[in-house]
């Protein structure tokens, strides 16, 4: 009977301490220098979520924190959404996981339909119609990487074996992906491990050597440039449209994707859109490449794809792609990748439910009336001394901070700045998390127009506080 009684609750304070030290003791955080996280400065003391609800986090001591990055970018209808739990719980019910390797499941079946049901779609461009799923970002962009590259040689095109990529490029953390990327202080370490790619200009509007006006302009020649003149040698071109979101929430010049995707289509090259941080409804449209009628002939999600529930990615490619891996058995034209758990059926679960939830709740719809509550409520942060540029599609938004707005020199590396500014939204019951000297806003796509209001109240003065001091 006695081990029935539950035991008395562990005091906050002590089950804090007693969690912290055993995160000290064992736990390597991503993206972190560990000798900062275990001995903090005052103020950047670690933060314990232990649960949320809608757009609010709560820490293991009862605070509470408005989720102002989307738990990194992933979280879409809110935390603990009831229809998402449940489409969990019902397939739970059935079961947690099975392959897909020589096997196939329900939820993976009807979430593939569904992917190609909403890809962008648009008269005479090819069409999006085959799902490989994956678990994260860096694996939806790998498998992007390999099967454009295997297609050209099953194409008796084995030449086109090179991949364009913009110079400030973020595809994730895997070897295929960091060699794609080009930010140096992420990727440089790695450079004897990477193979080689070919980079053109990132259009980044506000830092553009000849003046802003210039840059869809120039930056559009320079990649048409490279990809019609080395055609035979590219197998594809690979960008995050519209906004570039690791490399610092760089916002394109409009007209740009399209751009790139008619020079792609004229050149025989392959577009692969990277819309992981774009995709689901973030820029204000399902899918980011939309905004310029662009179909892409690979597609790489993730994020946001399960809601922000649980890890699970997938690459999206077109029928005459699909078709150059078919053959007989002993032709060898099989891709040969798939991950443990590929096509997670708890993962399409939450997918599905996510999806439509799009289509209940007109999430659509209600990310482009708050972004233009964002957009209004940003204008007098715009005017600060230390705010460069703010940059916003949809509920995606970067705040680059300069230490001297008429030359736009940044501040120092040490500084941190960004990093202030979070600590001091952190004071204010707003949780954040910068990119270097570029304060990142992505709340959930659900959140409501006071809480929009409350974000941007706490937002003003914590950048006020950390560069006016
Ligand atoms: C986050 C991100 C990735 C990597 O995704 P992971 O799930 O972290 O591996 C790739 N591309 C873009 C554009 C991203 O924002």
């Known amino acids: 009977m006695g081990e029935n009684i539950p035991a008395a609750p562990e005091d906050p304070r002590e089950r804090t301490e007693r969690l912290l030290a055993l995160d000290r003791a064992h736990l390597w955080h991503p993206f972190t220098q560990m000798q900062g996280w275990i001995e903090p400065a005052e103020g950047d003391e670690p933060v314990i979520i232990d649960h949320a609800r ?34 969990i719980r019902l397939q739970l019910q059935k079961v947690a996981h099975t392959t897909l390797l020589g096997l196939a499941s329900p939820p993976s079946i009807e979430l593939a339909a569904e992917l190609v049901r909403r890809a962008p779609h648009f008269e005479g461009q090819p069409q999006l119609n085959k799902v490989f799923f994956s678990d994260s970002g860096s694996t939806a ?12 040689r099953q194409r008796g095109k084995p030449r086109k074996a090179r991949f364009v990529a913009l110079g400030q490029a973020y595809h994730g953390d895997t070897v295929g992906s960091v060699s794609v990327g080009g930010m140096d202080l992420f990727h440089q370490i790695f450079q004897p491990l990477l193979f080689d790619v070919l980079r053109v200009p ?4 506000y830092r553009w050597p000849t003046g802003p006006r210039h840059c869809l302009e120039s930056a559009a020649l320079a990649a048409e440039a490279v990809i ?24 394109h010049p409009p007209g740009y994707l399209r751009r790139i995707a008619k020079a792609c289509r004229d050149n025989g090259v392959l577009l692969i859109c990277d819309e992981v941080a774009t995709g689901f409804g973030r820029t204000g449209s ?41 053959g007989p058995f002993e032709s060898k034209k099989t891709f040969f990748h798939g991950h443990s758990y590929t096509g997670n059926p708890l993962a399409c679960a939450a997918a599905l439910a996510s999806l439509r ?19 209004a409520g940003l204008k007098p942060l715009a005017k600060l001394k230390q705010v460069g540029d703010v940059r916003q ?11 001297d707005r008429a030359t736009k020199e940044p501040y120092g590396y040490g500084d941190r700045m960004g990093h202030r500014v979070s600590l001091a939204a952190r004071k204010r019951e707003l949780m954040l998390r910068a990119l270097g000297d570029v304060v990142v806003v992505m709340p959930p796509l659900s959140i409501a127009p006071a809480e929009v209001d409350l974000l941007l109240e706490a937002l003003h003065a914590s950048v006020k506080e950390a560069t006016e001091g």
């Open 202 to 205: 990132t259009p980044y509007v």
């Open 286 to 326: 399902l899918f980011a490449s939309e905004q310029e009628e662009v179909v892409p002939d690979i597609l790489c999600l993730a994020k946001g794809l399960s809601g922000g529930y649980l890890p699970l990615a997938a690459t999206v490619t077109t029928d005459a792609i699909y078709e150059s891996f078919l």
């Open 357 to 375: 939830l799009f289509d209940e709740e007109g999430t659509l719809a209600h990310v482009r009336q708050m972004a233009e509550r964002l957009a």
């Open 54 to 87: 809608g757009a609010w986090l709560f820490d293991t001591l009862g605070r509470k924190y408005l989720d102002g990055v989307s738990s990194l970018w992933v979280n879409v209808h809110g935390h603990r959404k009831a229809e998402i739990d449940s489409a």
């Open 141 to 152: 962009v790998e498998v992007a990487l390999k099967i454009a590259f295997q297609h050209w």
């Open 393 to 403: 599609r949809g509920l995606m938004i970067g705040i680059e901070l300069v230490k």
């Open 228 to 251: 019609s003149g080395r055609r035979d040698e590219i197998a594809a071109v690979v960008l995050e449209p519209l906004m570039q979101g690791a490399a610092g929430m760089i916002a």
